[in-house]
T-cell receptor
């Protein structure tokens, strides 16, 4: 079945440093979504990318979808303590009704 | 709008007991799904529904049943609880299953 792999598993940064998490799928994706989960909370939808090579920005967050639609990345510029949490990518492959999640990257920020 | 509401928030079961986790959404979303989250395993799809009367299996369906009699509700039934079902369960909905999902706050289940 479809697999979505995410690296790194953990990332600890000093406040103000940049952060990037990478997502790779075993199959071509129709779209990819990104979610953030605060400690003890539930996943919250951040953004969806659909087009090959697409780049979207949300303030300090930059999301990219690869040309082959099999990989994606999330980059945070100048991290803040409010960025702490686990960031998940999730993709739709052959079936639009099964959203497969990566295992997530836990970001901790030292103030 | 309340979004996606899950009850209960916490539950402790004994091995072999059955129970139903409730999920309701008020956004008129056609698509609803159940995920379980375990440490180091991410979110795994249990069952999903693309509309009232239609359900299908996800990645880890064994030991769970679902039904969708209305657009709003999508309960998850544990038939005979096992310690391996100790997990955090999330219900999620989406307008059509393709766009961003709205998650409930989760049910933390412990089976002893």
């Amino acid at each position: 079945g479809q697999q979505v792999m995410q690296i790194p598993q953990y990332q600890h940064v000093q406040e103000g440093e940049d952060f990037t998490t990478y997502c790779n799928s075993s199959t071509t994706l129709s779209n990819i979504q990104w979610y953030k989960q605060r400690p003890g909370g539930h996943p919250v939808f951040l953004i969806q990318l659909v087009k090959s090579g697409e780049v979207k920005k949300q303030k300090r967050l930059t999301f990219q979808f690869g040309e082959a639609k099999k990989n994606s990345s999330l980059h945070i510029t100048a991290t803040q303590t409010t960025d702490v949490g686990t960031y998940f990518c999730a993709g739709h492959g052959g079936s639009n009704y099964k959203l497969t999640f990566g295992k997530g990257t836990l970001l901790t920020v030292n103030p | 709008n309340a979004g996606v509401t899950q009850t209960p928030k916490f539950q402790v079961l004994k091995t072999g007991q059955s129970m139903t986790l409730q999920c309701a959404q008020d956004m008129n979303h056609e698509y609803m799904s159940w995920y379980r989250q375990d440490p180091g395993m991410g979110l795994r799809l249990i069952h999903y529904s693309v509309g009232a009367g239609i359900t299908d299996q996800g990645e880890v369906p064994n030991g769970y049943n679902v039904s969708r009699s209305t657009t709003e509700d999508f309960p998850l039934r544990l038939l005979s609880a096992a310690p391996s079902q100790t997990s955090v369960y999330f219900c999620a909905s989406s307008p059509d299953g393709n766009y961003g999902y709205t998650f409930g706050s989760g049910t933390r289940l412990t089976v002893v």
